[in-house]
């Protein structure tokens, strides 16, 4: 086991795996921005370092900084959170060169699932169901409507290095192709520094369920069962759910099992999401993600299973703790992501916090590295906190979900809290009746 961990993040993803750390008798150490000095994990940490300025390429995405961080405190692995460095291959590499343990899959595994295009590719070789599309980059617009007319409009175009919604556009018609594969293109190279792009089939009421799975790195491979984020907004994830209303047990199983055996098969090692467009009773891949997931604590609710604790486990070397027999699931979970935002323009509201109380009772957390005085830095991404709820069934979660908004407070900034109370009392949502379109449409009837 490791003896000394150091955190390459910020907030409360960086509060939740140094917890993690503490609890299995880790050493931590934090870095940290100039404008993160009081921030909650540079406060409870055993070890903290400053690595630059405020902007993020000056400090959470300087690679060196990080890796004179892990030499200058003894670090003998890193775990980079979500974000920022979480998926940078080249800093997994550095890493392992430098004798550092990367808490997360190799290099090239990374490579591989970051590029869309490869990632599909691997998804088909390894027994996943995909998207109709394009093979492979398209190169010119002649190409682009040979492939639209064989997969049939609506077709979406997408970046092959994207992600976020950037780079990607739909096409309703031929006539739109156009000017959504030059606009696709311009948006992509602009945001990734990469213009290329491929086309899939555009599905017109799909729900988004993603597969947590794991892998020991040495050909063994298990999943914890699906959660339904399908309630998003410009494609960000606003609020996600475990088990899916969609699914069925028959469905869950059918879908784990292809993915854990995927995970088997490809060698993989650590945390791990492959993430689906779903219709129609039929999964189609879009992407896998190499990191620990946001919405993971929803996981974590209703198998009682601590994904960092494995995470770090298998990075050590020990493997995977459980079997998949071992996994039961139990009861519902929902997450909603406490953004510091305005709830009706989700323009950023950062500031000072001038109160700040949190919900607690039977099947209550927070996830939050914010607290009463706190400066909300206007340099990062909105989350301020997630709160997980969790119940015997959905009905339960949905009583306790309301209560816990109702009990939760934020002063001195806007939330996205508001939102989230209007959610829980729509028929829509008790129903769980909602596509990945929905949360967009119910917004611009409030307007």
Known sequence: MFQKILIANRGEIALRVLRACKELGIQTVVVHSTADADAMHVRLADESVCIGPPPSRDSYLNIHQIVAACEITGADAVHPGYGFLSENAKFADILVAHNITFIGPSGDHIRIMGDKIEAKRTAKRLGIPVVPGSDGAVTDEKEAKRIAAEIGYPVIIKASAGGGGRGMKVALTEADLEIALQTARSEAGAAFGDDAVYIEKYLQKPRHIEVQVFGDGFGRGVHFGERDCSLQRRHQKVWEEANSPALNAEERSRIGGICAKAIADLGYSGAGTIEFLYENGEFYFIEMNTRLQVEHPVTEAITGID????????????????????????????????????????????????????????????DSGVYSGYKIPPYYDSLIGKLIVHGRNRVECMMRLRRALDEFVVDGIKTTLPLFRDLVGNADIANGDYDIHWLEKYLAKEE
């Open 307 to 366: 994904l960092v604790h494995e995470q770090i486990r298998v990075a050590s070397g020990g493997g995977l703790s459980v079997r998949q027999e071992d996994i039961k699931f139990n009861g519902h979970a929902i997450e909603c992501r406490i953004n510091a935002e305005d709830p009706r323009t989700f323009t950023p509201s950062p500031g000072t916090i001038t109160h700040f109380h949190t919900p607690g009772g039977l099947g209550i957390r927070v």
